[in-house]
């Protein structure tokens, strides 16, 4: 979750009683706070973000899996873990259309109308457009409110909707909701309307309220309700991969969204509640001497509160900015070191 939203898990907001709805429901669906985990994405792969947002719309998520999984067999797990845009497209160059399908994808179109593009088209189209402007994970977090970006990637066959854009966001470690129709069946129940009623800007605000109330990630909220519409309940707890070593550059110039991991020495606790009444806290942490605020969602406080009293722990999270403008860390696994 963004600083943005840590001042607002206080405050009431319009439609806070249908977000308040679906916040139960998600609770309701899938158990205790502490028991829910953080979807992985991909936030050091941009081809394979490209490759997950566009094959997912409209199939069974095994089919898209099932891709993810013979794009890195053919370039190697660690490599496809960190191809940006320009090595997919150039795997598009070395082995064309025709070639990807054969080895990685598939022959699914983007939709059932006559003469739909193949998707393994559009994500050549789609390596090709984020090339040029946002090569890397890293880089389309940091234009993920460019409207001219998200324009030109609406203008790739078959993408109008802007779905594929939210969820490309949200596989490279942006908070987002994907509005598809699961999310929206998930909605339509909690509150009560038809299906047809809400608007897709309607659907990804409702549900980025509900996600104040829980003090979690859109993303994380959105991933739920998908688990629960699909029958899968919710994902098993696996430790988050753990990023890069933190370092001084990371605290003078934070990158929104990157992972990290280091020891940090623990001080004052700010503790504070979300509206649905869930623990939370800031912790004024220090790292090499240097601050660096820890920022504990209710997920995050549930499981690892009891190591608050510590002097000094191992963090790993995601680099984020706090209210007061100075550089945080949104906590996802928290432990103490071998001999602490």
Not at 51 to 60: A, E, F, P
Not at 67 to 89: I, Q, S
Not at 193 to 220: I, K, M, Y
Request: aromatic residues 6%; proline residues 6%.
């Amino acid at each position: 979750m963004s600083s943005a939203a840590d001042d607002q898990m206080g405050r009431d907001m319009p439609g806070d009683q249908d977000a308040k709805a679906i916040a139960d429901a998600v609770i309701r669906a899938s158990g205790p706070i502490g028991q829910w985990a953080q979807p992985a994405g991909y936030p050091t792969s941009l081809a394979l973000c490209i490759i997950d947002s566009i094959q997912s719309v409209g199939v069974r998520y095994k089919t898209v899996e099932n891709v993810v999984d013979r794009y890195r067999n053919l370039r190697g797990t660690e490599v496809a873990n960190t191809d940006g845009a320009p090595e997919l497209a150039a795997v598009f160059d070395d082995i064309g259309v025709d070639g990807f399908i054969a080895t990685v994808g598939n022959r699914n179109r983007t939709s059932t109308q006559p003469g739909a593009a193949l998707k393994a088209e559009v994500i050549q189209k789609a390596a090709a457009l984020l090339s040029l402007d946002a090569p890397t994970a890293g880089d389309l977090r940091g234009r993920a409110t460019d409207l001219d970006l998200e324009a030109r990637w609406r203008d790739l066959p078959g993408q109008r909707s802007g779905i594929t854009w939210r969820y490309l966001l949200m596989l490279a470690n942006v908070p987002s909701v994907k509005p598809d129709r699961m999310v929206r069946r998930f909605v339509s129940r909690s509150v009560g309307r038809p299906e047809t009623s809400f608007t897709t800007n309607e659907l990804v605000r409702l549900v980025t309220l509900a996600s104040q109330h829980l003090g979690v990630s859109p993303t994380l909220t959105d991933h739920l309700i998908w688990r629960t519409a699909s029958g899968r309940g919710p994902r098993p707890i696996t430790p988050p991969s753990p990023g890069a070593e933190l370092a001084g550059t990371h605290l003078h110039t934070p990158h929104e969204g990157q992972r990290v991991h280091g020891i940090v020495s623990l001080g004052e606790i700010d503790r504070r509640q979300t509206r649905a009444g869930y623990p939370w806290g800031i912790i004024a942490a220090s790292w090499n001497e240097r601050p660096i605020k820890l920022i504990l969602f209710p997920m995050a406080w549930d499981r690892y509160a009891a190591l608050l009293g510590s002097p000094a722990v191992r963090v790993v999270g995601d680099l984020t900015r706090t209210e007061d403008g100075t550089s945080g860390l949104s906590v996802l696994d928290m432990h103490l070191e071998h001999g602490g």
